[in-house]
């Protein structure tokens, strides 16, 4: 019995540990942020520059903590300016295009 209870814990602890790896981490691929640096960041909307360029539906998949615009081309968009809110410039094309704040 005890041996069937070392091998369990033993299967548990190596199942955790995942696979060895000697060789370098792979690294994600530096991708320049589509965010102007000269824009003013008080949104944070640079840390979601890498959403330029993809569909718009990929909005709904994304959690983000804080007030969002979403315009696209025609809509009548909020004439107040908040500093904190991100808003996200959405093309003809369905694809995002840009971010701003405010």
Known sequence: ??????????????????PRSDGPVPQAPVVDNPVPTGTDNTCGGRRYGSLVGKNAEVLETVLIMGPIQVIRPGMVTAQDYNPERINFRIGASGLIEGITCG
Request: glycine share 12%; aromatic share 0%.
């Open 1 to 18: 019995m005890r041996l069937i209870a070392t091998l369990g814990l033993i299967a548990l602890t190596t199942a955790c540990t995942g």
